[in-house]
């Protein structure tokens, strides 16, 4: 496993940047990132809970929302996040910018996204397949005041390589 935090290093203040190999295809990485259901899988505490949609289908494009049900100590508790797919290339790339719809019915966005990139990275010499999984959080269009409100970011880069060993964990289960 390979971490790295380019905002730990004093590269880019704005976002932390961990990568990982995973003892799986990129098509199996790509399937879980790309199912809202099993988003909680991907987190290694339970901020993340279930999806809002009862049934919800796979992410297939950009401009796609899903739903998911969060929680937090520091927030009052149980609150609902709609993400927006930004980048989607199937068994590639996947990205979502967070937000919360307005009173207008509109999506609004923070500024922070999520991003996962995947390559191929050989096997085992068994024939089994790797992916590396590179996880980027990123930060840098928040403005100011809004970092300051949110405390961004609200955890340290050790929560992004506990999310991959946490994706690791879920994909290998299957």
């Known amino acids: 496993m390979t971490a790295e935090s380019t905002a730990a290093q004093g590269k880019d203040p704005g976002r932390y940047v961990v990568s990982r190999t995973i003892p799986a295809a990129p098509?199996?990485?790509f399937a879980l990132l790309a199912d809202p259901a099993r988003h909680h899988e991907t987190e290694p505490t339970d901020w993340v809970r279930g999806s809002l949609e009862e049934d919800p289908a796979p992410l297939t494009e950009v401009g796609q929302v899903f739903g998911i049900e969060m929680f937090h100590v520091n927030t009052p508790g149980r609150y609902d996040m709609h993400n927006r797919v930004i980048a989607f290339e199937r068994d590639r790339t996947i990205a979502w910018e967070p937000g919360q719809y307005g009173p207008d019915g509109?999506?609004?966005?923070?500024g922070w996204t999520w991003r996962y990139d995947l390559a191929p990275a050989g096997g085992q010499g068994d024939?089994?397949?790797?992916?590396?999984?590179?996880l980027i959080y990123d930060w840098s269009a928040v403005p100011?005041?809004?970092r300051e409100e949110f405390g961004l970011?609200?955890?340290?880069?050790?929560?992004?390589?506990?999310?991959?060993?946490?994706?690791?964990r879920a994909v290998t289960a299957e």
């Not at 509109?106 to 923070?110: C, I, K, M, R, S």
Request: aromatic share 6%; hydrophobic share 35%.
């Open 27 to 29: 098509q199996q990485v």
């Open 106 to 110: 509109e999506l609004g966005t923070g």
């Open 127 to 134: 024939g089994s397949s790797a992916t590396e999984v590179t």
């Open 144 to 146: 100011d005041p809004l």
């Open 153 to 168: 970011p609200p955890f340290p880069p050790s929560f992004l390589e506990e999310s991959l060993a946490a994706l690791e």
